[in-house]
């Protein structure tokens, strides 16, 4: 047992019903530990990309890719890692701004580079992308205005345009 | 061409090679049983309840090495079919299940008899499909078939809903097909194999491990050019058995929670174990962590994710085990490994784990060696789940290939008869029997009307111990003698096999053991004979759960018998 850590894992995928199905219950089924999955179209016509991130040890790691690849529909697996990829998370968050301490609010938003997208007299709704530690602390900063709702889309991650994304083959050695 | 669903689905079936499928008609598949009778050259076995037709599929696949298929309706029929599915997904059986569906405008409204079956069986298949126009059946089925029957082989359903089997489509069939997402690795990597030939030439103590996979790809003849050209023992997982001559010298048995303890023992002196066509299956290995602590591990297989899923390996190989042990007895060097064998054959003497008590009493032990050695040679042996398993595996003593039929991962009781069925109708020259426990036996016995109305030899022999056995030896050894929930009330099998129109035997004596098998065998149809045996014998060695395989529970025998 080697050290469990966060992995992301950029699958590409042929766009057929049920294939996010597929993917879900091979986690639950194996007990593999999955953090986020964020699904979308990719480039190609008929392909989607989804970004995994899972938590598992090297062995884990190896399991998941590999039973991945036994999936009819799943075409290529790629293991990003953070130095060579770029890794963002998109977040909307609902605070309680009443006007006395909308001032304090706003310097915060600007600090993280977030927006704000939409206002009402006692509330706000923030829209900041980046990374999961940088979107928690955010959210920590803003807690104690309270806040009224968080959602999030989970990691979606591309390696740089520099570098190759490493296409985790299953060892076949 | 335009043809409806039903029809383009059964042109599909004759074109992938079907001679025989079995099934089970309603509402939702009618189409296809409507359009059915036109198609003679594809033979149906109606069964008696969905799990048979799943079974009978499986054998008859496992017997010919085709792709079984098995029809159902929709909702129960669908559902019965899912042990049989599982069973055969397990134990890598090539298997397209056809299943009817609701209507299409029906689907999702909890229609009557609707079962979301594609959604029931995506972690149970290998792939399956929902078919939601008439014009895909073609590249589906066609994708079915290569799905199932490549790479390791698996189960495909495909679920067809009853107004898809109605419409008319134009009817091709693919030339080709066009998977980017599957590419089975048949190859083995060169370096690789040298490495592992490198670790076999330099062994003193290797073991050959044969699986499944040495049957599945046909590798019956490159095993034992590589077992004898560096004298390598070879050992087998219960899925394994007969891909290697019983009567072969270099030929140990069984290993694992029942198998020899003479094998399990030498796992822990082995400084090699060459796995082929194998998945490490807990059953097998033991503890997993405690498995071979001595040995550098080699590890041939088809599927990828087999390999360090289980246990380490230090030599992974990815491919056809046919394909890899081509080129891996190139590298190897003929060996002399006599220390190491005659270390085996004084374990095997000092410990032996097949002796049968000369007390006149009648031991399942008995019956099933005596089936052994009554039966000719085209033979095919089907068992259940239990004991009378373990002890058909144990004392396995046939050198034809692939006549050892048995339910390895799922351990599905009520498997050898109507798995039987599906021998039988591969091989209809050799003589096929059933062997099953009186609780197995139980839980299908209804496909004697489908032997009996189609004229299916099949001879089975009821282990009748009045146990659940393994249970009950599970209940005294580890569960402080506790018999719960398994005595069982049996029925007079006599008269079972009399009120389908089969003759029946009773055997409750040593002496009749061999007259009857042979009585059984001269009746020109199926028979059935129940063997009422000692209640209470123990299936040893044995494993104790949980335990690793130095920690084998040998048999226990007379000093006398120990060499």
């Keep these: 047992m080697t050290e469990v850590k966060k992995h992301t894992i950029v699958a590409l995928v042929q766009d057929q019903p049920g294939v996010l199905n597929r993917i879900s219950s091979l986690f639950r089924r194996r007990m593999f530990n999955i953090d986020s999955l964020a699904v979308g179209p990719s480039e190609r016509p008929g392909l989607s990309r989804l970004t995994l991130v899972i938590k598992a040890d090297a062995d884990g790691l190896e399991q998941v890719v ?53 206002v009402a007299p006692d509330a706000l709704i923030i829209e900041a992308t980046g990374t999961e530690d940088k979107i928690d602390a955010l959210i920590s900063l803003l807690r104690s205005y309270g806040i009224q709702e968080v959602v999030r889309t989970g990691r979606v991650a591309m390696s740089r345009a520099s570098a190759r994304a490493r296409a985790v083959q299953a060892r076949s050695a | 061409m335009k043809l409806r669903g039903a029809q383009i689905l059964a042109e599909c079936l004759v074109r992938e090679g079907v001679e025989v499928i079995f099934g089970y008609p309603g509402g939702a598949i009618l189409p296809f049983y409507h359009y059915l009778p036109e198609y003679p050259q594809i ?122 089997l109605q419409e008319e ?28 030939a490198d670790l076999i030439n330099r062994s003193e103590r290797p073991l ?80 997993f962590k405690d498995f071979a602590p001595k040995a550098k591990i080699i590890h041939v297989d088809i599927d990828p994710a087999e390999i360090g899923k289980n246990v380490r390996c230090d030599v992974p190989i990815v491919g056809d085990v046919k394909q890899v042990l081509r080129v891996l007895i190139k590298y190897v060097q003929p060996g002399n490994r006599t220390p190491w ?23 399942s032990t008995y019956v099933i060696k005596t089936i052994y050695e009554v039966t000719p040679e085209n033979a095919y042996f089907t068992t259940g789940v239990g004991q009378h398993q373990m002890w058909a595996a144990q004392y396995f003593c046939r050198d034809k290939p692939n006549c050892f039929i ?45 032997c009996v109305e189609n004229r299916i030899d099949v001879k089975i022999a009821v282990i009748n111990n009045g146990y659940l056995g393994m249970v009950r030896q599970w209940q005294q050894l580890f569960y402080n003698n506790r018999y719960s929930a398994v005595a069982l009330f049996n029925p007079d099998y006599v008269k079972l096999a009399e009120a389908y129109g089969i003759p029946g035997f009773r055997v409750s004596s040593r002496e009749e053991v061999a007259p009857t098998v042979e009585a ?17 014998e123990n299936c040893f060695p044995m494993v104790p759960p949980g335990a690793a395989l130095s920690e084998t529970i040998p048999l226990p025998v007379p000093e006398v018998v120990r060499q």
């Excluded at chain 2, 929709?74 to 055969?88: D, M």
């Excluded at chain 2, 064998?341 to 009648?362: A, Q």
Aim: charge should be negative; glycine fraction near 10%; aromatic fraction near 6%.
């Design chain 2, 520 to 536: 059984a065998l001269a009746c020109p149809g199926p028979a059935l004979i129940e063997f009422q045996v000692e209640q209470e």
């Design chain 2, 43 to 164: 033979k149906h076995i109606l069964v008696r309840h969905e799990q048979g037709a799943g079974h009978a599929a499986d054998g008859y696949a496992r017997a010919s090495g085709k792709v079984g298929v098995a029809v159902a309706t929709s909702g129960p029929g669908a559902t019965n079919l899912v042990t049989a599915i599982v069973n055969a997904q397990m134990d890598s059986v090539p298997m397209v299940v056809i299943t009817g569906q609701v209507p299409r405008a029906m689907i999702g409204k909890d229609a009557f008899q609707e079962t979301d079956v594609t959604g029931i069986t995506l972690p149970i298949t290998k792939h399956n499909y929902l078919v939601l126009d008439a014009a895909d059946i073609p590249r589906v089925i066609r994708e079915a078939f290569y799905i199932a029957g490549s790479g390791r082989p698996g189960v495909v359903l495909v679920d067809i809903p009853r107004d898809v």
């Design chain 2, 208 to 287: 050959i491990i044969a699986g499944h996979g040495i049957i599945l790809s046909g590798a019956y003849a490159e095993l034992r050019e590589l077992a004898e050209k560096a004298q390598i023992p070879v050992v087998n997982t219960l899925l394994g058995i007969s891909n290697f001559p019983a009567s072969h010298y270099l030929y140990q048995g069984m290993m694992g929670m029942h198998g020899m303890y003479h094998i399990n023992v030498a796992t822990n002196e082995a400084d090699l174990i060459i796995g082929l066509g194998i998945r490490f299956d807990d059953r097998a290995m033991g503890r």
């Design chain 2, 169 to 196: 489509a134009e009817f091709h069939y693919p030339e080709s097909i066009d998977l980017p997402g599957y590419q089975p690795t048949v190859q083995g990597h060169v370096a690789q194999i040298r490495k592992a």
């Design chain 2, 341 to 363: 064998l005659n270390r085996l054959d004084e374990m095997r003497r000092r410990y032996p784990s097949l002796h049968i008590p000369d007390d006149g009493r009648l031991w």
């Design chain 2, 406 to 450: 048995t339910s390895g991962g799922l351990g599905t009781m009520g498997f050898a008869l109507p798995a039987a069925i599906g021998v039988k109708l591969a091989r209809p020259d050799a003589v096929v029997w059933a062997i099953e426990g009186d609780g197995g036996f139980q839980m299908t016995m209804y496909e004697l009307a489908t």
């Design chain 1, 66 to 118: 590999k039973q991945l690849y036994k999936l009819i529909d799943v075409i290529k697996i790629s293991e990003l890692d953070e130095e060579t990829s770029v890794q963002r998370e998109l977040a909307l968050i609902k605070v309680s701004a009443p006007a006395p301490v909308r001032a304090e609010i706003i310097p915060i938003i600007d600090i993280f580079r977030a927006k704000i997208i939409d």
